[in-house]
């Protein structure tokens, strides 16, 4: 029929299937080798910038230590090891000082102090750029003017800021399982950890140097009448500004009182034997440069600790006997089924020590390293 048309076939008829589509332009498929070295190239890159990020960062620690130790030995004192060791990778970049010494300061400490330890490590760790820290292993050994305190622990450790070109002005730092050797024996501090800021622009009434610390688990080389374990002594203090320069620590302290300073003992709790006690204070020195204040007790089984003085003979029956009169009349529970707490006033004066106005001890005198410096002969 006209109008018509048949599909043309070709010499062996229609096709038996369509034809396949073309794919879009200018996009193709990776072959599974190709995506391997595009992988393996990308491991390689990153493995190269990772290494220059390490090595950048142990020679900004090196350069920093450097520059820490010239600035000491500028001042006087001197630092000691062998070759300094770059490590840590990958994680971290340190620099281990071997055999560290630090000693110096007999202008500010009669006989001056001297610190070694087996090694020094200085730590950064990549994720934390901004943190150092410092820890020391072995045996170590301190010497404060003529006295000799050899020690080590498990773990001692510190944590301080890192800013370019400023000094650390605060910290952390950790003491875990701590030998001390002292003249009456060994003795060990089970966990320790302090923490401290301070600010140089402090005026009068502002905190210039803040401290926190948590001491558990001490065991003394001697027993007392409470005995040898102090379960904990927890302390919050803030030393107030403004904190004034110089060399001198004579003249340094007797500026600081003329400007008002003072140290707040915020709070200061003792867990020990067979009672806990908690201390505020407001301290500060007198013309003689000797500490004087006021502040409060409380404290909680007052008449156990009165039954182990008698029973260690450090006080008589009858005066335990007195005190438990003045414990009966001021001790009240701070709640219902509690253990009654006494709280009295605490004075400093004259180095004298009273509590409720009674003279329970005289405390031996602050001497300060060497006479003030244009004030005369001195306090």
């Given at each position: 029929?006209?109008?018509?048309?048949?599909?043309?076939?070709g010499p062996s008829g229609p096709p038996s299937r369509p034809l396949p589509r073309a794919g879009r332009p200018g996009r193709r498929r990776l072959s599974g080798g190709r995506v391997a070295a595009i992988a393996l190239g990308a491991i390689v890159l990153l493995a190269a910038a990772h290494t220059l990020l390490w090595n950048l960062?142990?020679?900004r620690l090196q350069a920093g230590y450097d520059a820490w130790a010239a600035a000491r030995r500028a001042q006087g004192w001197r630092i000691e090891h062998e070759a300094p060791q770059r490590g840590g990778w990958p994680l971290?970049?340190?620099?281990?000082l071997p055999e560290f010494r630090f000693s110096g300061g007999g202008a500010t400490v009669p006989g001056g102090i001297d610190w070694s330890a087996r090694a020094v490590v200085l730590r950064?760790?990549?994720?934390?750029?901004?943190?150092?820290?410092?820890?020391?292993?072995g045996p170590q050994r301190l010497r404060v003017g003529q006295a000799e305190i050899p020690?080590?622990?498990?773990?001692?450790?510190?944590?301080?800021?890192?800013?370019?070109?400023?000094?650390?002005k605060g910290g952390e730092f950790e003491a875990l399982r701590l030998r001390i050797g002292t003249a009456a024996g060994g003795m060990e501090v089970g966990a320790a950890a302090l923490a401290f800021d301070s600010r140089m622009s402090a005026i009068?009434?502002?905190?210039?140097?803040?401290?926190?610390?948590?001491?558990?688990?001490?065991?003394?080389?001697?027993a007392t009448p409470l005995g040898n374990a102090v379960r904990s002594l927890r302390i919050d203090a803030a030393?107030?500004?403004p904190l004034p320069g110089g060399r001198n620590p004579t003249n340094r302290a007797a500026t600081w009182r003329d400007a008002g300073g003072t140290l707040e003992i915020r709070r200061l709790d003792l867990d020990y034997g067979p009672a806990t006690a908690q201390v505020a204070a407001t301290l500060a020195l007198d013309e003689a440069l000797q500490p004087m204040g006021a502040g409060t007790l409380k404290l909680t089984g007052a008449e156990a600790v009165l039954d182990a003085l008698v029973s260690g003979g450090a006080v008589t029956a009858r005066n335990a006997g007195l005190a438990r009169r003045?414990?009966?009349l001021l001790a009240r529970p701070l709640a219902e089924g509690e253990p009654p707490v006494l709280e009295v006033p605490l004075t400093l004066e004259a180095r004298g020590l009273a509590v409720a106005r009674i003279p329970v001890a005289r405390l031996p005198p602050l001497v300060w390293p060497g006479p003030a410096e244009g004030r005369g002969p001195g306090p």
């Open positions: 029929m006209r109008g018509v048309s048949e599909p043309p076939t960062m142990g020679s971290s970049a340190t620099l281990r950064v760790a990549l994720h934390r750029p901004g943190e150092l820290r410092v820890s020391a292993g020690f080590a622990a498990d773990r001692l450790t510190a944590r301080l800021p890192l800013q370019a070109n400023v000094p650390p009068e009434g502002e905190p210039a140097i803040s401290l926190e610390g948590l001491v558990e688990n001490v065991t003394l080389p001697v030393l107030t500004g003045v414990v009966g």
